[in-house]
């Protein structure tokens, strides 16, 4: 039974950084991912002028609970979307002058909702140049707190910034949320706050919209900061995704140690896609196995929440033995690329048929034929291919090397992984 140790949690180390430097004392977070987000992250943080001490299993961050330690700073956010949202909303409750930038990718990639709110807080906040999108600059003095209302329909990502920011305020945030997706991504953020000591409360709409969105919840925080601890990071389950569906598409049995009935991530939720499918799961206090039986069966399925792995579904979809339409995933077309399209140009490229919607992809049954995969630059859309190369040998890439974003050894681990099934890899 092959067990994968699958690197830390992009999403859970990047929340654990922001609340480590936030608290009060120094937080040791245990076995973070090293990766080009969340090293840009950590990157970040130093310019703003927090202490963070890396060594290769540990990360120590001295915290300040007043804010950045320099009083002016100019941080580049790489291409990490935690890095170019949260770091923006740390800086505005300290005192100073900071200015953000990122690549040419992150800066086509929105912010605006979440600029709107600040500036809705008393934040100064200018962008330079596209409104919404980065370079920005903030005059930071501290934030009240208060009422405000929040459209994180694009992205989750906006609501866990005010989430966090609300113990650094003076009086504390309630925030009303008109729309949401990914919401599981915020139940992360609350149970992370939690182990740092603030207790976030909810008060549920039920009334006239989808209730599982959290549509019209508001999100009430209270003032008085963090405290420091020691933070274990659990695995990546994106990540975990793609040897999951290794096994499902190989008849092969894979387990990931460290994922199991507590974890953080929702995107643990895909194995129930690869269950509905036809795999044999078992999920267990501690870890996850996946066991191919040989049959895919097609569905239709909604990855509202888990749409980080719609291009891993995408990609073995050509193998069951009917359609395989995922819907509402349109804010898949706001992350590295438009993933909706660069999921139906690449499928096209094997030569499988495809249609796609505003927030929709419906694949047809089929037998890849070998072809070059165009990666747009996106981590995701080469890792989710790479299991199509299971099945399709002579699959290659343009860009293989931008796995390094969340997983920089990602083509070794599965090469190993499909060496010891006897199937050969070449997807590097």
């Given at each position: ?7 830390g ?6 929340r ?5 430097a936030?608290?009060d ?6 076995r ?7 090293e ?30 320099l009083?002016?700073?100019e ?10 949202r949260?770091?923006?909303t ?10 953000f930038?990122a ?9 605006a ?12 906040l ?18 009240e ?10 992205s ?38 939690r ?5 976030v ?11 599982e969105?959290?549509?019209?919840d508001?999100?009430?925080?209270p ?5 420091a601890?020691t ?7 994106s ?5 999951f ?8 049995e ?23 499918m036809?795999a ?12 191919g ?18 291009p ?36 096209r ?6 249609d ?11 037998t ?6 165009k ?11 790479a299991?199509?190369?299971l ?21 070794e ?6 060496a ?7 997807g590097?």
């Open positions: 039974m092959p067990l994968v140790a699958i690197p949690s992009k999403s859970v180390t990047a654990a950084l922001f609340l480590a936030a608290a004392g120094v937080t040791t977070l245990v973070p991912l090293r990766s080009d987000d969340t840009g992250f950590a990157e970040g943080l130093t310019r703003l002028g927090y202490r963070v001490g890396r060594t290769p299993d540990t990360w120590q961050v001295d915290g300040r609970p007043q804010g950045p330690a009083p002016e700073a941080v580049h956010c790489r291409d990490g979307a935690t890095t170019a949260f770091l923006p740390l800086a505005a409750a300290g005192h100073g002058r900071y200015r930038d690549s040419e990718q992150m800066r086509r990639r929105p912010l909702p979440l600029t709107r709110a600040l500036r809705d807080l008393g934040v100064d200018r962008h330079e140049e596209a409104e919404g999108h980065h370079p920005l600059r903030i005059e930071a003095a501290g934030v707190g208060g009422e405000v209302t929040l459209d994180a329909g694009q989750s990502q906006y609501l866990t910034a005010l989430l966090l920011l609300g113990p650094l305020t003076r009086k504390g945030l309630r925030i009303r949320v008109t729309d949401l997706v990914f919401a599981p991504y915020v139940e992360i953020t609350i149970a992370m706050m182990s740092f000591g603030v207790a409360a909810r008060e549920e709409n039920r009334k006239g919209d989808t209730f969105n959290r549509k019209g508001t999100f009430v925080v003032p008085g900061g963090y405290r601890t933070y274990a990071i659990e695995p990546d389950a990540t975990a995704s793609y040897f569906a290794a096994a499902a598409v190989t008849g092969r894979v387990t990931v140690p460290g994922l199991g009935r507590g974890a953080l991530q929702g995107d643990l939720g895909f194995v129930d896609v690869l269950r509905r036809g044999d799961v078992e999920i267990g206090a501690d870890r996850t196995t996946v066991r039986t040989g049959r895919l069966r097609g569905l239709t399925v909604n990855m509202r929440d888990i749409s980080d792995t719609m891993t579904l995408a990609a073995i979809a050509p193998f069951a033995d009917g359609p395989v339409r995922i819907e509402d995933v349109a804010n898949t077309r706001v992350k590295e690329c438009d993933r909706l399209d660069a999921c139906a140009e690449n499928l490229r094997l030569g499988i048929g495809v796609t919607g505003e927030d929709w992809i419906e694949i047809r049954p089929g890849p034929a070998p072809a070059g995969i990666t747009f630059g996106d981590h995701r859309v080469v890792m989710s291919f299991v199509t190369g099945r399709t040998p002579g699959i290659s890439f343009d860009d293989p090397g931008c796995v390094k974003k969340t997983f920089p050894g990602f083509h681990a599965f090469g190993e992984l499909a010891g099934w006897g199937i050969p890899y070449d590097a």
